[in-house]
């Protein structure tokens, strides 16, 4: 989601990647009922391994809530996001993940845009 809310508030400021230390292979179900319901199509995306993604040095790498846990991503900025994982909640709960990782996404591109 967070990738999709990059795309939609980042366009043209950034060039977002998402991608997981496990990924399931798949596009949570949730999370697409989740973005339709805001009016975006989800299912154009992949869930990818961080294998599937550029190895370069990001300007950003934001982690959400793996916290010393997380894989080593080359990076300029590391930030990691508490944000639970959504998958077993609810859907009023999940919505209000998807929004909380809405307003960070858009808080980061406010930083970015004034650099």
Known sequence: MADAFAKIHGKGIVEA????SKPSGKVNQKAIEAMKEI????????????DDIPQIVYDYVVSMGCGEKCPLVSAKNRIDWDIPDPKNLDKDEFGKVRNLIKEKVKELLGKIKTH
């Open 17 to 20: 990647y998402s991608a997981g």
């Open 39 to 50: 009016g975006y199509d989800l299912t154009t995306h992949e869930s990818k391994s961080l």
